[in-house]
C-alpha cells in the first residue's frame, strides 16, 4: 500500500532542487503532495501543477498568518492522510511541525537549511530551533557543518540527525547552448568589450562577504580596465552597504541582476567565479560552490558550508582566507593569466562534484526516510 508523504515548503518561488526531488518522489510508490506556505501564486507552484502534483497554498507572510496557517495545515494533513511529512525552510517548519504533532503524524521530518545565522544574527530565535528540533524525529544536515551545529550548539540528540548533502542534475550546468548564453549576453548588454567577467550568485546580506568581492575588483580594474563584475541574486539586507562600494566603480563597470531563471547559462557569462562567505560556519551548505565547479568556471572561494568537505586549494579551486579583499585580488590575477591552473582547476572541480553530489544518490538516501 502506497504510502501517503506530504511536503510543506515556506517563502519559495522557483527553486530546482524542490522540483527535482518532486518529480523523484512522483515516481516512486508514494501518495505525494506539496503544501506551500507563500503570500500568492509561485513558479513553483505552477511548475507542481503542472507535472499533476497535489498542491495546496496556505497564504502566509509572516507570524499574524501563524495561528490560521496551523488550522490550515492541519486539516490538509488529515485530509491527505499524511503519514510521513517533511518541512523545509523555517515557518515551514514551525508550523508544519507543530499542526504533524499536534494530530499525533509519527515520521516527522525536517531539513535544517541554515547553519549558525540566528546564533549569530538572531539569537532568540536559536531557541524555535531548538523547539523545531525537538518535534521532529529525523533531521537532515545538508553539511557536516549543519550537524555540528545541531550537535554541539543545540545540544540536538544525533541519533536523529541523517548527514545527506544536497544532489543535482550536474549536466543541467555542464551541457549550456550557445544560444541559451548569448541571450543571456544580449540581454544583461555584456558584450565582447566586457572582459574578463567575475561572477556572483549571492544574495546581498552581510554573511556572503560581498564587501570583500567588491573592492578585490575595484583593485582588478587598475589591470584589467574592461573587466566587469556581474552581482546576481542582488536583493538582500546588505544591500545599501553593497551600493555604496558600487558607487567607487564606474558604471559601466558592473551589472547588477535581481534574478535570473536560466541560472545554468548565467554561470557560463563567467570568466572567474567567486564566493567568499565570511566565516567557515555561516553557509549551512552553498550549492553555488557545486554549480561552479559543474559548470567549469575557475573559482575563488572561501571554506564555509560544504567547501570545508571538498575544496581543495590549487586542486579544484583557489581558497583564500575569510575577509580578504587583497587575497581574492590575488587570486584572481593567475586565473586570467594562468591558462594550465585554469585548466586543471576545471577538470578537477568538475570531476569532484560529479562524484560527490549525484542527484540519484540524494534522493534515494532521502526516501529511504519515509518507508
Known amino acids: 500500500m502506497k504510502k501517503n508523504i506530504t511536503y510543506i515548503i515556506s517563502d519559495i518561488d522557483k527553486a530546482l532542487a524542490f522540483e ?13 503532495n506539496v503544501i506551500l506556505l507563500n503570500p500568492g501564486d509561485s513558479t513553483l507552484e505552477r511548475f507542481l501543477k ?7 497554498r496556505v497564504k502566509y507572510s509572516g507570524k499574524k498568518h501563524l495561528l490560521s496557517a496551523f488550522w490550515k495545515v492541519r486539516r490538509l494533513f488529515k485530509k491527505y492522510k499524511s503519514e510521513v511529512i517533511h518541512c ?4 515551514a517548519c514551525v ?3 507543530l499542526a504533524a504533532k499536534s494530530i499525533g503524524i509519527k515520521k516527522r521530518i525536517f531539513t535544517r537549511h541554515h547553519a549558525d545565522y540566528h546564533h549569530v544574527y538572531f539569537p532568540r530565535a536559536v531557541y524555535y530551533d531548538k523547539i523545531i528540533s525537538y518535534l521532529a524525529t529525523d533531521i537532515i544536515a545538508i553539511s557536516e557543518n549543519v550537524r555540528e ?45 566586457n572582459s574578463p567577467v567575475i561572477g556572483v550568485i549571492a544574495r546581498q546580506t552581510h554573511w556572503k562577504g560581498i564587501q570583500y568581492i567588491v573592492p578585490a ?21 546588505y544591500k545599501k552597504e553593497i551600493n555604496l562600494l558600487l558607487q567607487e566603480l564606474p558604471k559601466s563597470a558592473y551589472t547588477e541582476i535581481s534574478f535570473e531563471h536560466d541560472l545554468p547559462a548565467l554561470y557560463q557569462l563567467f570568466d572567474i567565479y567567486v564566493h567568499t562567505p565570511v566565516d567557515e560556519c555561516c553557509e549551512a551548505f552553498g ?15 572561501t571554506l564555509s558550508g560544504v567547501a570545508r568537505e571538498f575544496i581543495r586549494h590549487e586542486k579544484n579551486a583557489l581558497v583564500v582566507p ?27 572541480g568538475k570531476e569532484d562534484v560529479f562524484k560527490l553530489f549525484d542527484f540519484d544518490k540524494f534522493a534515494n538516501e532521502t526516501m529511504k526516510h519515509y518507508v
Open 287 to 301: 550549492q553555488t560552490y557545486v554549480e561552479a565547479l559543474a559548470a567549469k568556471i575557475p573559482s575563488i572561494f
Open 50 to 56: 503542472d507535472k499533476g502534483i497535489a498542491v495546496d
Open 149 to 193: 551545529i545541531l550537535i554541539e550548539k543545540e545540544n540536538v540528540n544525533p541519533s536523529k540527525i541523517h548527514l545527506i548533502h544536497h544532489g543535482f542534475h550536474l549536466d543541467l550546468f555542464s551541457d549550456v547552448s550557445t544560444d541559451r548564453v548569448d541571450n543571456l549576453k544580449e540581454k544583461y548588454h555584456i558584450s565582447q568589450n
Open 322 to 348: 575569510f575577509q580578504d579583499s587583497d587575497s581574492i585580488y590575488q587570486s584572481m590575477v593567475p586565473l586570467l593569466e594562468n591558462e594550465q591552473l585554469c585548466s586543471m582547476l576545471k577538470e578537477n
Open 95 to 97: 508550523v508544519g511541525l
Open 20 to 32: 527535482w526531488i518532486s518529480e523523484a518522489i512522483q515516481k516512486e510508490h508514494f501518495n505525494f
Open 88 to 91: 523545509h525552510l523555517f515557518d
Open 217 to 237: 575588483f575595484q583593485k582588478l580594474l587598475k589591470k584589467y580596465p574592461q573587466a566587469h563584475l556581474i552581482l546576481a541574486n542582488a536583493t538582500g539586507d
